[in-house]
């Protein structure tokens, strides 16, 4: 098994930053694939981001160029690092891990909410 801890969510400003980290314990080793997701009211969750266990990553196109997913391995960390938050990305975001490369994740944080404010 793997536990998930999202922090550093919070209240911003339109066009601020926040980042977000993402504690993982337990069976660490049988993660490949770690993605962040949000769910706002009302819709249905998304993938936000995606790192593979090799770098390389992969973005949502409503948050390309603003939003920037890093893993820390040493610290069984994943970040997300958001700048030029807009309304619409007021969500709760929910850290994810897949033992596959790809597909869906097997292991889920309990979110942290994000609120941008005009």
């Known amino acids: 098994q793997v536990q998930l801890v999202e922090s550093g969510g919070g209240w911003v400003q339109v066009g601020g930053s926040l980042r977000l980290s993402c504690a993982a314990s337990g069976n660490i080793f049988s993660i490949n694939t770690m993605d962040w997701h949000r769910q706002a009211p009302g819709k249905e969750r998304e993938l936000v981001a995606r790192?593979?266990?090799?770098?390389?990553?992969s973005y949502a196109g409503f948050v390309k160029g603003r939003f920037t997913i890093s893993r820390d391995n040493a610290k069984n960390t994943l970040y997300l690092q958001m700048n030029s938050l807009k309304p619409e990305d007021t969500a709760m975001y929910y850290c994810?891990?897949?033992?596959?490369?790809?597909?869906?994740?097997?292991?889920w944080g309990q979110g942290t909410q994000v609120t941008v404010s005009s």
């Open positions: 994810a891990a897949l033992r596959a490369g790809i597909g869906t994740p097997d292991y």
């Open positions: 790192r593979y266990s090799g770098g390389s990553t």
